[in-house]
């Protein structure tokens, strides 16, 4: 059984930034498209980013304050929010597919247990 694990969630004032992590197998990390939800109170879960090999993306949502990166080397996937704001507070989920659209949350084949994220203003 694959498994991810996110890691880096907690408690931030707003117009600062952190990292999220999500480790995974090697099998998973080097073939499958990776990628960071997002669910907050109240909401449905929303694509946050997004990436395979060195193909990166953050959706439009973010508004240039994301950037995911990869260490192959430990075969992780960050997440990096900067000028964080109140709405950033949800918990955060990291998500596995072999293929298909990178924000179509229903056909990702794993997830992580979720990190929770809240933003202070």
């Known amino acids: 059984q694959e498994e991810l694990v996110e890691s880096g969630g907690g408690w931030v004032q707003a117009g600062g930034s952190l990292r999220l992590s999500c480790a995974a197998s090697?099998?998973?990390?080097?073939?499958?498209?990776m990628a960071w939800f997002r669910r907050a109170p109240g909401n449905q879960r929303e694509y946050v980013a997004g990436?395979?090999?060195?193909?990166?993306s953050c959706a439009d949502l973010m508004e240039g304050r994301c950037t995911i990166s990869r260490d192959n080397a430990k075969n992780t996937v960050y997440l990096q929010m900067s000028d964080v704001i109140v709405e950033d507070t949800a918990v955060y989920y990291c998500?596995?597919?072999?293929?298909?659209?990178?924000?179509?949350?229903?056909?990702?084949?794993?997830w992580g247990q979720g990190t929770q994220v809240t933003v202070s203003s």
């Open positions: 998500a596995a597919k072999k293929t298909g659209t990178w924000s179509n949350e229903n056909d990702y084949e794993f």
């Open positions: 090697e099998h998973i990390f080097s073939t499958y498209i």
């Open positions: 990436m395979r090999n060195l193909l990166a």
